[in-house]
């Protein structure tokens, strides 16, 4: 089966050993992503960064022609879980409120760069 592989921006590869994400068939795998806007501009709240991230995953959903409601799996990383408990929400929302996907929701005690507060990481199905 040929894969067809995704980067957030060239080179990515190269510099961080992974790509963002790889479709298999009609399933995507989309890497742990997080709310970082333009300009490297990180959020201060869980919130704003969860909304930057899931937006995010939608971008990468799109290259592939996939939609946030073609995800069926979710992995979500928090350095509190109190702060992403209170801002369920925002992860309901992302997914239209309704039909939402399985997930598993780990705190870490940090993620890739010390401001960075959530993390996300999919598995859509093109045919969900």
Do not use: C, W
Request: net charge negative; charged share 25%.
């Amino acid at each position: 089966m040929a894969k067809e592989i995704f980067e957030a921006f060239e080179g990515q590869q190269d510099m961080f050993g992974y790509s963002q994400a790889t479709r298999a068939g009609d399933t995507i795998y989309v890497a742990g992503t997080v709310g970082i806007g333009e300009g490297m501009n990180i959020p201060e709240s869980m919130a704003e960064q969860m909304e930057l991230a899931y937006r995010n995953v939608a971008g990468t959903l799109a290259h592939f022609g996939a939609h946030m409601s073609d995800v069926v799996e979710q992995r979500v990383y928090v350095t509190s879980i109190d702060e992403a408990s209170a801002a369920l929400e925002v992860r309901k929302d992302a997914y239209g409120g309704k039909d939402l996907p399985a997930s598993s929701m780990v705190e870490v005690s940090r993620l890739a760069l010390p401001q960075l507060k959530f993390e996300v990481a999919v598995v859509a199905r093109l045919d969900a």
